[in-house]
């Protein structure tokens, strides 16, 4: 057993998939810095052996510096394969930032807040869970060489378990589970669509070199343990917004507490960050929701329907409908977004006497966690609250 694991954490396991997929080094990497051949598809992407992780921790002692993370080198590739390189940069894509701030304001907006509200608990937990696991393991990525890393923003984390393993199996199951009987559709379908999506989000964490094989099966068994712990809750768990008035106070003070104290790390990594903006994001659904059933804005979908939902059949339309009211959506979340995070960086700013747009100071712990946590609780409160009261103003069903 020990052996196996060895060989699924090897770095060399998850370079030879990268060549079978046509991904490679360039032979020179000196050479090929400047390149300009198309075929050879050079590209400047940071790769190093046994980075230090950085996974957003407190700030240093009082009269110190946070050392810095030693610079990657530049790390030239090849691709042989333009198919396998689209296709899991765009799988890659499913686990970011980019693809839930669109799907799960989506499927509120446009398919069923019940839904949306599953998946972001689930999310969340998943979410937080393997960010400080990450951290308590220190597990370092693929060592490059012999692999390429195709993604610079993640490479001081450390890698296991793979977090996007855990969210993509997550969203894909939670969704799969919440909606078999709910709506009428094919289960078969359902499960191969799920484990597809779920299995292209972690191929592409080996194709990108960001993860071994072992952090990614982990990614898969935790969550597939989280999700069958918290299955038989979930309907407690959905109905504690209308729980006590004091709720929208816990909501708050738990999750940014559990941000603050998230653990300390040498070296400044996005990990904090990205815990902060999942757990604010969360928080920000969460208290909506609250809003909602508090105020009597919306009433609340019950748990089940008394007859299961066809699908609708998609028409102009309804395609039309769907697409401007996640334009109007959007565009209002974009500008609450820029609005919050200008003007609470601004007093955090004016408070802690630092200089207006320092990269570095809005690193420090007691800048990064306010300002993320209050911008993006304010995100999840406009997208499940003032959202729809602008879709219904706007006569959009």
């Given at each position: 057993m020990a052996e196996l694991l060895r060989s699924l954490?090897?770095?060399?396991l998850v370079a030879r998939f990268q060549r079978r997929c046509g991904l490679f080094p360039a032979p020179d990497e000196g050479s090929r810095e400047n390149s300009t051949d198309p075929a050879e598809?050079?590209?400047?992407?940071?790769?190093?052996?046994?980075?230090?992780?950085a996974n957003g921790g407190g700030a240093p002692a009082k009269g110190q510096r946070r050392?810095?993370?030693p610079q990657a080198f530049v790390q030239n590739y090849i691709v042989k394969n333009y198919f396998y390189y689209y296709l899991f940069r765009f799988s890659a894509a499913l686990g970011q930032e980019v693809f839930y701030i669109t799907f799960l304001p989506f499927t509120h907006w446009n398919i069923d807040p019940y839904l949306s509200r599953r998946l972001i608990i689930i999310w969340v937990l998943v979410m937080y869970i393997g960010q400080v696991a990450k951290d308590i393991l220190k597990w370092p990525r693929p060592s490059s060489p012999p692999v390429v890393k195709l993604e610079k923003r993640?490479?001081?984390e450390y890698g296991m378990p793979s977090t996007h393993a855990m969210a993509s199996t997550a969203i894909a199951f939670t969704l799969l589970i919440s909606t078999m009987d709910r709506y009428q559709y094919p289960f078969v379908l359902g499960l191969v669509m799920a484990v597809v999506f779920s299995t292209l989000v972690c191929l592409s964490r080996l194709y990108t070199g960001m993860h071994t094989v072992l952090d990614v099966l982990g990614g898969v068994l935790i969550t597939t343990l989280l999700i069958a712990l918290t299955y038989p809750a979930w309907t407690l768990i959905d109905g504690l917004d209308s729980a006590s008035p004091l709720f929208p106070v816990c909501v708050i003070v738990v999750p940014f507490f559990l941000c603050y104290n998230y653990p300390v790390s040498d070296y400044y990594s996005p990990t904090r960050a990205d815990t902060t903006t999942i757990m604010a994001a969360g928080a920000g659904v969460t208290i909506g929701c609250w809003i909602n059933h508090f105020f009597h804005l919306v009433s609340k979908p019950t748990e089940?329907?008394?007859?299961?939902?066809n699908?609708?059949?998609l028409t102009t339309d309804l395609l039309v409908l769907v697409l401007t009211k996640f334009t109007v959506g959007i565009v209002l979340i974009l500008l609450v977004r820029q609005l919050v995070q200008n003007l609470s960086l601004q007093v955090l700013y004016s408070w802690f006497k630092v200089v207006t747009r320092n990269k570095e100071a809005r690193r420090r712990l007691e800048i990064e966690v306010p300002y993320k946590f209050v911008t993006y609780t304010s995100v999840g409160i406009c997208a499940t609250t003032f959202v729809p009261m602008l879709h219904r103003f706007l006569g959009l069903p």
């Open positions: 954490q090897d770095s060399e598809h050079a590209a400047r992407v940071p790769g190093v052996d046994h980075f230090p992780a050392a810095a993370a993640v490479i001081a089940s329907l008394p007859v299961i939902q699908i609708p059949p």
